[in-house]
Nanobody, 128 residues
Framework: QVQVAESGGGLVQPGGSLRLSCAAS????????VGWFRQTPGKEREFVAA?????????HYSNSLKGRFAISRDNAKNTVYLQMNSLKPEDTAVYLC????????????????????WGQGTQVTVSS
């Protein structure tokens, strides 16, 4: 079993930056996929970014967010980060990380049902 927990959300002004963390605990050894999603009230979870690890990392982004957001990992800390820059009010959402203890194929990264473990989410509010 593996658990994940997000942190790093908060209130930021438009144009600002935040770095979210997704810390894993439990059975963390081996290949994995971690995805970041976001959700606003009344809407489905939206894929943001994912990182796949099997001795090397590959990263994947929502086309609409690529260039402003960056996903990275620190395996020694069992943590995946989401660096968010040039934030806009429409980025306001609850951000959730999810993990699968295997390397998902690219075409399955965007689907919430392919992940086994979810965190509780962290609120990001972009407002002046």
């Amino acid at each position: 079993q593996v658990q994940v927990a997000e942190s790093g959300g908060g209130l930021v002004q438009p144009g600002g930056s935040l770095r979210l963390s997704c810390a894993a605990s439990g059975r963390t050894a081996g290949d994995y996929t971690v995805g970041w999603f976001r959700q606003t009230p009344g809407k489905e979870r939206e894929f943001v970014a994912a990182i796949r690890w099997s001795g090397y990392a590959s990263t994947h982004y929502s086309n609409s967010l690529k260039g402003r957001f960056a996903i990275s990992r620190d395996n020694a800390k069992n943590t995946v980060y989401l660096q968010m820059n040039s934030l806009k009010p429409e980025d306001t959402a609850v951000y959730l990380c999810a993990r699968k203890n295997s390397r998902l194929i690219v075409s399955s990264l965007w689907s919430v049902e392919n992940y086994d473990t979810w965190g509780q989410g962290t609120q990001v509010t972009v407002s002046s």
